[in-house]
């Protein structure tokens, strides 16, 4: 990895644990992004293990790794990328692997995070 790409791509785990820790999530980083998720956040009944990938594109076999070790641990496998279209500023994105393959995954909010958990939702009310 070039020292531009290692900057970019520290410069979006920033973002994104920024990101969650303003949406009221508690959240780790991996030192030196070499565990199985660069970011772990934690919310009341909500756990998430986030990826930070500057395209968003996950290997097969990354993504299957991926998303059954966040599946095992009870949380929710989501991968972190930047967002461009046309001239407009770059900005964060989040897909959740709801599949073990590309199909089938969808855009990631934190309040679709607790749409799609509802015992999170009983610490709301």
């Not at 990938?53 to 070790?69: C, I, W």
Request: net charge positive; proline share 5%.
């Amino acid at each position: 990895m070039t020292g531009a790409n290692y900057r970019r791509g520290a410069d979006l785990e920033r973002a994104a644990k920024h990101y969650l820790e303003d949406n009221g999530y508690y959240v780790i980083k991996s030192a030196g992004s070499k565990g199985i998720a660069d970011l772990v956040a934690i919310k009341p009944g909500e756990t998430l293990y986030v990826q930070c990938k500057l395209d968003g594109y996950l290997t097969p076999a990354e993504r299957v790794s991926f998303r059954q070790a966040a599946l095992t641990s009870g949380a929710a496998p989501i991968v972190a990328r930047w967002v461009k279209e046309g001239r407009a500023a770059r900005t964060l994105g989040f897909r959740e692997l709801t599949s073990m393959g590309p199909a089938g995954n969808r855009d990631w909010t934190p309040d679709h995070g607790m749409q799609s958990h509802p015992q999170a939702q009983e610490h709301v009310q």
